[in-house]
């Protein structure tokens, strides 16, 4: 079924539950299931020639129900695994830029012709819906397309001034960090495993890739496309295990590491690579505010909260979970925010259709669950949500919206990162800024308001990475010329742009001399040569040279 069909399926075949009990409505859950999609001769094709001497297992957040047998690393297939990668590097990074660039234009079209296998992977193993599936199929697209025309830009030598202009010729070049250790999170399979690594790869380094177990089968289907479009198969290994074993491993023997998870899993891994004097880049955790100005579209806003809050069932690092509203739209912004809220169809089916999924593991459900109730108990208030929905699947939560949230409550200040976003009003800017700033994250913020020179003012004051001015994060984390990363405890480092790129390079000055040396010459004794020099100095000053 193509794509078209299969929305077109889903339309024909809306739920007619519409919620009327106050839950949220269910969409129909299609007729193809997990063992449809996951053979075992595609897991046999996908793990060829991945390392592990033990085997582990992953499941579909719909139903709990394993998906696959996988190959478990252990610390010594890790060596292993970086040992092939490191050999292979070497003729990958003599491989002229462009054509190692024509790779990521390749793999792009492929993934373009076969996006509903990679979306059917992508649902199973995250439990999202398919149209969240298909930001990350449009994320990797942009960064495939945005890093194989612009990586021979990024990467090409460049002349500067020497110390004596004409006689010093200065050169700065790149060199490819050699094997970055990559560990990926479960939440954005595809986007945070190949879309990060190919800048990675475009700049010459081998990727060692531990994507999380439980969304290892989108990572590999990856891998497969982007060796079919050209990658030699060994500058790309994937080791599967436990964090706690493998993760260490990879930092161990990595050249650079770039990670993507918790801030507290993130500060180990920093001090891990900071102690071999290694780079690395993280992406952390984030407490995101959304500030609905007193002049917003109050539709608009409503419908990019949702977006903000529920996409992905909040499963998002860069989504919403604090909402600041002036006092004097709160009531009616609120009216429409949680009408569109309890309106969003809950759904499992490998179709377009539902509006949320389900939430990926037993301890998400677990973290969402305490943190309402607590707020309830402690007198917050549920405008939309608020339960968890076993009819729909063993990890599904209501989208929801709290009110009255006050510390000590924990939502209001640890991430939840779920389906639950709480509501404070504001009476000025000031305030609304100061309070979004109070949190050591700053990933991602979302301002609104019909002026956007007031919402620009507004954005460069709050302490993020990225702020979005009448979006929810889709309109700076689509725009991959510009860097994407965190401040404070949300990370170190940027992906996207010349930062995303020039970080997996090391920076290598030539500098050749000519006529005469930098010392003293035809005759100049060091009295001389340092009056030479002086002279030399004050003019290129009164000539403006920098």
């Known amino acids: 079924m193509t794509d078209a069909q299969e929305t077109q399926a889903t339309q024909d075949s809306r739920s007619s539950h519409d919620g009327a009990d106050g839950r949220n409505p269910v969409a129909p859950a299609g007729g193809r299931g997990a063992r449809d999609v996951i053979t075992p001769e595609l897991v046999a094709r996908l793990t060829r020639g991945v390392v592990g001497s033990g085997r582990t297992a992953n499941h579909t957040p719909f139903t709990q129900e394993k998906l696959a047998d996988l190959p478990e690393a252990s610390p010594e297939d890790v060596a292993v695994a970086f040992d092939a990668a490191r050999e292979a590097q070497r ?52 960064a495939a397309r945005h890093y194989g025309r612009k990586a021979p830009a990024y990467l090409r030598s460049r002349r500067h001034t020497g110390t004596v202009p004409v006689l010093t010729k200065v050169t700065e070049l790149r060199q490819p960090r050699g094997v970055v250790g990559q560990i990926a999170p479960w939440n954005y399979p595809f986007e945070l495993s190949v879309g990060d690594a ?76 900071a102690a071999r004097l290694v780079g690395c880049s993280l992406e952390l955790g984030g407490k995101n505010a959304m500030l609905v100005l007193s002049d917003a579209d109050l539709d608009k806003a409503a419908e990019g909260a949702v977006r903000a809050c529920f996409a992905s069932a909040g499963q998002l690092c860069i989504s919403i979970e604090r909402l600041y509203v002036h006092s004097s739209i709160a009531d009616e912004f609120l009216a429409k925010f949680a009408a569109r809220t309890r309106a969003l169809r809950l759904g499992s089916g490998l179709a377009y259709g539902a509006d949320m999924g389900s939430l990926v593991g037993e301890r998400q459900l677990e973290t969402v669950t305490r943190h309402v109730d607590e707020a309830v108990a402690k007198g917050a208030t549920v405008l939309a949500g608020g339960r968890p929905r076993p009819d729909v699947g063993p990890l599904f939560y209501e989208p929801t919206i709290l009110d009255g949230v006050e510390p000590p409550m924990a939502v209001c200040t640890e991430e939840t990162f779920g389906p639950v976003v709480s509501v404070y009003r504001f009476d000025d800017e000031d305030e609304a800024i100061q309070r979004a700033n109070s949190t050591p994250y700053g990933l991602n913020a979302s301002v609104w308001t019909k002026d956007g020179r007031r919402g620009r003012a507004v954005a ?87």
């Open 91 to 142: 003729a990958w990074a003599a491989t002229p830029v462009r054509q190692r660039a024509a790779v990521l234009l390749r793999f792009h079209d492929l993934i373009m012709r076969r996006q509903s296998e990679v979306l059917d992977l992508i649902q199973l193993e995250t439990g999202k819906t398919r149209l969240h599936a298909h930001e990350e199929l449009q994320a990797v697209a942009v």
């Open 460 to 546: 460069a004051r709050l302490r993020s990475g990225t702020v979005n001015v009448n979006e929810a994060y889709a309109a700076a984390y689509g725009s991959v010329q510009a860097p994407m990363g965190g401040m404070g405890d949300s990370g170190l480092g940027r992906r996207h742009g010349s930062e995303g790129i020039l970080k997996y390079t090391e920076a290598q000055t030539v500098a050749s001399q000519r006529v005469m040396p930098l010392a003293p010459a035809f005759g100049m004794d060091d009295a001389k040569y340092a009056a030479f020099m002086s002279r030399s100095l004050r003019a290129m000053k009164a000539v403006r040279l920098r």
């Open 198 to 273: 190919l800048p990675a790869f475009a700049a010459g380094n081998a990727v060692v890739m531990k994507p999380d177990t439980e969304t290892a089968l989108t990572a590999l289907w990856a891998r497969e496309q982007l060796i079919e479009a050209g990658l030699p198969p060994a500058v790309w290994q994937v080791v599967l295990g436990e964090g706690p074993v493998v993760g260490p491993a990879v930092v161990e023997l990595a050249d650079y590491v770039s990670f993507t998870g918790s801030t507290r899993t993130g500060r180990d891994v920093a001090q891990r690579a």
